[in-house]
């Protein structure tokens, strides 16, 4: 009885911070204390549950480095000039009778070059959303393109926390996962883009606005060489080369390239680095075109930290086992894909967020997986084409609510959210155990 007040508790505590807009640190906290004093009651010394917490944060270790990267990759992204050179580039290009279409694809490829959809969302995306509130374009529509385009490379790009945490998670090799998601991505994304011609057809846009493009060129030179830190990601991802090794030497040709093309002093750059991109000016594009930094990632890397001390305290106590007995049982008669599915909705429904939603899905589905001699390979890519994109479809997971916001838009947004379901959706029907 107890667990399942606890239970209870956290959830709410969850949901009144999401509603709030207070950190999930602090029902995280609150969370882990009351599991802690529960095991306490179960007989277990705190000795142990501090071994149990430590062994869950250890997997957690090298997704931390990579925040420690990505933190500093998009502060000197941001000052160096390429995602300005991306931004001016895109939207230069877009098609205003087939707005909402490219909105997707232009959030599809800064996503996979950020790896993340917060960061997607924070800087394209709003331009985007702006663009449609004066071209009188749907907001939920244009919302839910955005928020789908961000969790594409959120999902599948070699420099996003989810993919390498649930690498590190299942033990596997992150360049083989990520080719085993764009297997399995293509009928969805051609799907998503269908969905969105039809869109864009009865939605296009009336009114371009240029200033934002004005404003860039004016605070950066848009040289091609800015581009250069984007592509050296790429061709490294192409060579497999180690993530952590690319981002690091896509990083100091950022540097160089602010130095010697944007005038920006080394020091000036280890400042941005550390706290993140600002400029002097104030204006529209200043105001979006700021943050990354190393200090942005302390929080989403505590969040992780406390997350993988709960599933340490999980897997040592063995608290969750009637809920992955459950589990397993219903994998038996419906099989384990289907099943990864519901479980992925009610670890996104209950933890609020994506970090947690991933642990325990995965901490749900292992058994079953293992049981039937399933590959940690067609674990890890189950992951990231259930509870990875259901996390923002859950309309008060911070996953969905946080870009929601952002955009200026509601839980409308998930209808037209179409990739976010399709990839769930199509793989139930083209499961397979074909993959790497």
């Not at 941001?78 to 230069?92: D, H, L, M, N």
């Not at 894909?337 to 899905?361: E, K």
């Amino acid at each position: 009885m107890d667990i399942i007040a606890v239970f209870i508790l956290f959830f709410t505590s969850l949901l009144f911070s999401v509603y709030k807009g207070i950190s999930i640190l602090y029902p995280l906290l609150l969370g882990l204390i009351c599991f802690i004093l529960i095991s306490l009651r179960r007989d277990y010394t705190i000795t142990n549950l501090l071994r149990m917490m430590l062994d869950g944060s250890i997997k957690s270790l090298i997704v931390i480095k990579i925040f420690v990267l990505i933190g500093a990759i998009t502060a000197v992204w941001r000052a160096c000039g390429t995602i300005s050179f991306i931004v001016y580039y895109g939207v230069a290009f877009m098609s205003a009778k087939y707005f909402i279409l490219s909105a997707f694809l232009l959030c599809c490829l800064i996503s996979f070059l950020l790896g993340t959809a917060f960061g997607t969302v924070g800087t394209i995306g709003i331009v985007l959303i702006v663009l449609a509130k004066s071209g009188n374009v749907d907001v939920n529509m244009t919302a839910g393109a955005i928020i789908a385009g961000a969790y594409f490379g959120d999902r599948c790009s070699p420099m996003s926390s989810s993919a390498n945490l649930i690498a590190a998670l299942t033990t596997t090799d992150l360049y083989v996962n990520v080719k085993n998601m764009i297997k399995t991505t293509l009928l969805p994304f051609v799907l998503s883009v269908i969905g969105y011609i039809f869109l864009s057809r009865f939605n296009s846009l009336t009114f371009y606005d240029n200033e934002i493009a004005k404003e860039i060129l004016t605070y950066f030179s848009l040289d091609i060489i800015v581009l250069f830190p984007a592509i050296i990601i790429l061709l490294l991802a192409l060579f497999r080369v180690d993530v952590k090794l690319s981002m690091a030497t896509s990083i100091i040709s950022g540097i160089l390239i602010g130095y010697f093309v944007q005038g920006i002093s080394f020091l000036q750059m280890l400042k941005y680095i550390i706290i993140g991109y600002s400029m002097d000016k104030s204006s529209f594009f200043a105001d979006i075109i700021q943050g990354g930094g190393l200090i942005s990632m302390l929080k989403v890397s505590l969040i992780v930290l406390i997350s993988s001390s709960y599933s340490g305290i999980f897997k040592g106590t063995g608290l969750l086992n009637d809920i992955e007995e459950l589990f397993d049982k219903l994998s038996r008669k419906i099989n384990v894909y289907p099943t990864l599915i519901l479980s992925s909705i009610a670890a996104a429904a209950f933890s609020c967020n994506q970090t947690l939603a991933v642990m325990l899905t995965h901490q749900f589905a292992n058994q079953s997986y293992e049981i039937r001699h399933l590959s940690s390979h067609r674990l890890a890519v189950d992951l990231a084409n259930t509870v990875i994109l259901i996390s923002a479809l859950i309309p008060w997971n911070i996953a969905g609510a946080f870009p929601a916001a952002a955009l200026s838009a509601d839980a409308g947004f998930i209808l037209y959210a179409f990739y976010l379901y399709l990839v769930p959706l199509t793989n139930l029907f083209t499961h397979n155990n074909k993959l790497s």
